[in-house]
């Protein structure tokens, strides 16, 4: 009995290592009916702000509706050397026009380590300030689409769309943390809005989450 306890103390104490690797730092749900970070992790708490229209969350998504002059954001959120950003997305239109953001991290594409995620000319892509134009795949229309971007090793990076990775590695740094903006892109530029639903955004503090169990998790 004594060895079979410590056999599963054991296994319990490896389980709650592994799973303490990947940290949670923020969450949109919108299931409650606000833009409020539902991670639970004190040390996030990065609720997001509203610019222009009140935001509609009717259906536990986020309305984007394809105005620039509408949409939230949190600047300043919580960078970190490796991290996954996982967002689940179902567009109104399979080909929305150029540049439509739908995840951002800064308010100027000339700023040091920004980056996004958009539909431009009816496909998915991650573009970055280094360089990186990552294709991911065909943006369709009312169907729902699961993009994540992972920086790893602290200057690597990878994409994945439904739970499967796009490509190799992006073999340059993705860039950082520094803002979350859902459904619009770094520049705030007119006709540079998502729109369609947007739902689930999560932001761990690692690369080694699962994109495949994301995937699998579905949009909530």
């Given amino acids: ?8 103390l054991c296994c319990t104490l490896f389980l709650c290592a592994s799973q303490s690797q990947a940290v949670l730092i923020d969450q949109y749900n919108f299931d409650d009916g606000t833009i409020n970070d ?9 609720n997001l702000g509203v610019t222009g229209a009140a935001p509609d969350l009717s259906g536990g ?7 620039a002059a509408n ?34 991290n800064n308010t100027s594409s000339g700023a040091a380590n920004s980056w996004q995620i958009d539909s431009h000319n009816g ?4 573009v970055s300030n280094s360089g990186i134009s990552a294709v991911l795949g065909d943006a369709r229309a009312n169907e729902w689409d699961h993009i994540v971007l992972q920086k790893f090793g ?13 490509g190799g590695n992006l073999g340059t740094n993705p860039g950082g943390l520094q803002a979350y903006r859902v459904g619009i892109n770094r520049n ?11 739902d689930n955004v999560q932001i761990f503090n690692d690369s080694t989450t ?8 579905g949009p909530g």
């Fill in 154 to 166: 602290g200057n690597n990076g990878r994409v994945f769309l439904n739970g499967v990775q796009v």
């Fill in 38 to 46: 539902s991670s639970g992790n004190a040390t996030g708490l990065n």
């Fill in 188 to 198: 705030s530029d007119n006709n540079n809005s998502f729109l369609g639903l947007i």
């Fill in 1 to 8: 009995m004594t060895r079979l306890l410590a056999t599963v």
């Fill in 71 to 104: 949409r939230i954001e949190v600047l300043g959120g919580a960078g970190a050397p490796d991290f996954t950003v996982s967002v689940w997305v179902k567009g109104a239109l399979d080909h929305h026009g150029d540049f439509q953001g739908i995840f951002s």
């Fill in 123 to 126: 496909q998915y892509r991650v």
């Fill in 61 to 67: 998504s986020y309305h984007s509706d394809g105005v």
């Fill in 210 to 217: 699962s994109a495949a169990a994301l995937f699998a998790a």
